[in-house]
């Protein structure tokens, strides 16, 4: 990954840092001249080429007024936010050259007490700077790709050493090294985030993490957990920060030994557990290795290793896992379980880029899971099982309401995905400018609930052939013949447009076999020399039994297909309205 | 150095411990400890040893003047937390690569030994 960083002091030390962490990423930096951020955003086009941009500026530079506010002068405040306006817009000129560009917000050295106990009020210093970071939070808040990054959170971690005037004048670095090493670590979080990177698992022990005591040997009554305790106050606090990722999308499950009945009792009853069973998408609660238990609760969740954290009191039990399972994270944890919650709060393996509704909700998928998954039990085959689930796909194009969720799987799916295409907001916007290019996002639902925007298809039309570029599906949905309606539908749609053939080449990597084994399931012709599938389109791709297809509307009135003449490459592209 | 042991800053000095440990002892401890997050920042083939006789400025040095002066802003810390005062390495022109206090571990680790008694007005070790 190549960052490029900009700022108005001296960021080597920065690069130093992101260049020789120890991060897979593997960064390697270059600089803008120093001091030239609004030459180096507005001629991004000049810049040497990189993936993301890093902007770290002094709020007395980037805004002129804040510096004369800063020596008492009485300033105009409109103008003041007009400053950062500009600086914004600065900022969204550079966007399309990044994939994501990563703005610190300003700070002030704590030496700075400004004019005291009016530095909060009127046109004191530290009120000026809250109103220049919220404005340019908003103002980057639709700004898809650009994040604005709290540089607070490192100073204060910091503390008074987080400016050193001797760096300042011999190197004319702003901060300590220290704020520097936290930039560092959050700009590789932010950077897997982008990249779709992130944890989504959290496998937690029960006994001295969810609560003090052996529930097995004093009873679920005697946990300490709440009261007039301070380390009942801790755990609680420690399953509420745990409940808040949760409510993120993370997924909790449970790696315990101990009887489940005991512990199950204890988590459906304890009046003031946090923490319900209900909360968590599964668990293993025996007296088995825990390490084989987490392999068997990621399978269970179908989910990779490598998005697994574990979290035990024990340091026996860690460094067990850890041994066995290199690919699951196991961060360091605290002997003091007063530091229970703000560990799990300070971890920066949850960060993602999106916030969406199909991750706010990925806990009820799997409780709908559960009963799909106890359904399957009661009829007699699979084929029985697929026809009654009453899948319904829904097709739409790329708009405002779905871009963040397309954006999301393309980035973030491994398994099901036929080329493992990474795209920025940015470049998939600019690849759509094409008339021969399409792409279509896929939403799923059963009578068991709600999936969600769970697949994407694309693909490229040239000279009577229709190539897939993207074909991605959310492990969620795999296998309940959703892949088939997508590809039915791909099909159906080139067909009409007049195309003779449909490709896709499969681009193997080292998490994508689930995808070959479909497609050579599909009944698509295969060229192993070439790696690529074919079907010809003069024969209908079959739509797959019990799956409804609701296609998508295109603003018309009519009920019939019409066919709209585009002047690119020859290709006729229909329009479909909806049929149901 | 006031009379009740701190300094006029009001901070406490810290006496060697009891043990035996020498106040050289734990200017080295801080400077290794200076050098580890330093080397943080370098490549791992570039990175500096924890060593009396590792250069730090001059001819064999790999420190560039970036990472010289972090390494004596994280060591300036470091030894105000461990002494109580705060000291300046950086005063008296100490950048001479042949004979100034910079030259090696040693001669700095040996410097500063002698700006903290100065600072303190009595032996410390």
């Known amino acids: 990954m190549k960052v490029y960083l900009i700022a108005d002091f001296n960021l080597d030390t920065l690069g130093n840092y992101l260049a020789n962490s120890e991060s897979s990423l593997q960064i390697s930096v270059s600089s803008a001249p120093f001091g030239q951020v609004i030459p180096a955003l507005l001629q991004a086009h000049e810049a040497p080429p990189a993936d993301f941009a890093v902007v770290w500026t002094s709020p007395e530079t980037m805004v002129p007024s804040f510096a ?19 600086f914004a817009e600065c900022l969204r000129k550079a966007q399309k050259h990044y994939r994501a560009i990563f703005v610190m917000s300003w700070t002030l050295p704590y030496y700075r007490r400004g004019n005291g106990i009016l530095n909060l009020k009127g046109q004191g210093a530290r009120k000026l700077l809250l109103k220049m970071n919220l404005k340019l939070a908003e103002e980057l808040e639709d700004s898809g790709s650009i994040y604005l990054l709290d540089a607070q959170r490192w100073t204060d971690a910091v503390g008074k050493n987080s400016y050193s005037p001797k760096l300042w004048y011999m190197t004319k670095t702003r901060f300590h090294a220290d704020v520097l090493r936290r930039a560092a670590s959050d700009i590789n979080a932010a950077i897997s985030g982008v990249l779709g990177d992130c944890k989504k698992l959290v496998i937690v022990d029960l006994d001295n993490t969810l609560w003090g005591g052996v529930v097995g040997d004093l009873g679920w009554q005697n946990l300490k957990l709440g009261g007039h305790d301070y380390l009942g106050e801790a755990f609680i606090d420690f399953q509420k920060a745990l409940k808040g990722l949760r409510n993120r999308g993370v997924l909790l499950a449970i790696a315990s030994k101990n009887e489940e009945s005991v512990a199950l009792e204890a988590l459906a009853k304890h009046p003031e557990m946090v923490l319900r069973p209900e909360d968590f ?6 007296w088995n290795d825990k390490a084989a238990n987490i392999v068997e609760l990621a399978a269970q969740l179908n989910l990779g290793l490598q998005s697994a954290v574990f979290i035990d009191d024990n340091p026996v039990e860690r460094a067990r896992v850890r041994e ?3 690919e699951v994270q196991v961060p360091d944890w605290p002997d003091d379980k007063t530091l229970f919650a703000s560990r799990l709060l300070e971890l920066d393996c949850f960060d993602s880029a999106y916030a969406t509704v199909e991750d706010a909700s990925r806990s009820q998928f799997y409780a709908d899971e559960k009963q799909r998954g106890s359904y399957r039990k009661t009829v007699n085959s699979a084929e029985e099982w697929l026809l ?10 790329l708009s405002d309401v779905n871009r963040i969720r397309v954006i999301q799987l393309l980035n973030k799916t491994n398994q099901m995905n036929l080329t493992t295409r990474r795209v920025s907001e940015q470049e998939l916007e600019d690849w759509l400018q094409q ?4 792409l279509w996002a896929f939403r799923v639902k059963d009578k068991f609930g709600d999936s969600g925007l769970t697949g994407v298809l694309s693909v490229e ?11 991605v599906l959310s492990c969620r949905v795999i296998g309940r013949r959703v892949e088939d309606a997508m590809v039915a539908f791909a099909a159906e749609y080139c067909a009409a447009a007049g195309l003779e053939e449909l ?11 689930p995808c070959l084994s479909f497609w050579m399931s599909s009944g698509f012709s295969y060229d192993e020399e070439e790696n690529r599938f074919g079907w010809l389109l003069s024969k209908p791709y079959p739509f797959p039994k019990g799956v409804g297809i609701r296609r998508p509307q295109t603003g018309g009135t009519s009920q019939s297909q019409q066919r709209v003449s585009r002047e690119s490459e020859g290709v006729v592209l229909p329009v479909f309205t909806n049929s149901d | ?3 009740d042991g701190t300094n006029s800053f009001g901070s406490s000095v810290k006496e060697p411990s009891a043990n035996g440990t020498s106040l050289l002892d734990g200017v080295l401890r801080v400077m290794y400890d200076s050098i580890a997050e330093v080397n943080l920042q370098l490549p791992e083939h570039q990175r500096i040893e924890k060593s009396l006789t590792t250069i730090l400025l001059g001819d064999g040095g790999r420190l560039d003047s970036l990472g010289l002066v972090n390494f004596i802003v994280i060591t300036e810390q470091k030894l105000e937390e461990f002494l109580g005062v705060r000291i300046d390495l950086t005063e008296n022109d100490p950048f001479s690569p042949n004979t100034g206090h910079f030259r090696t571990v040693q001669s700095l680790a040996t410097y500063i030994c002698e700006l903290a008694e100065n600072r303190v007005g009595r032996p410390l070790s």
């Open chain 1, 388 to 397: 009654s689930l009453q899948t319904e796909v829904s097709v739409e194009e």
């Open chain 1, 461 to 471: 039309m040239q000279s009577g052939i229709a190539r897939i570029v993207d074909f």
């Open chain 1, 281 to 286: 998408a599964a668990w293993r609660i025996n």
């Open chain 2, 1 to 3: 150095m006031n009379m």
């Open chain 1, 503 to 513: 490709h896709a080449n499969y681009l193997p990597t080292a998490k994508n076999k």
């Open chain 1, 435 to 438: 008339h021969n290019r399409k």
């Open chain 1, 68 to 86: 004369e506010s800063l020596n008492y002068a009485t300033i105009d405040e409109d103008r003041l936010l007009a400053e950062v306006h500009e």
């Open chain 1, 324 to 326: 066995a399972l290199p």
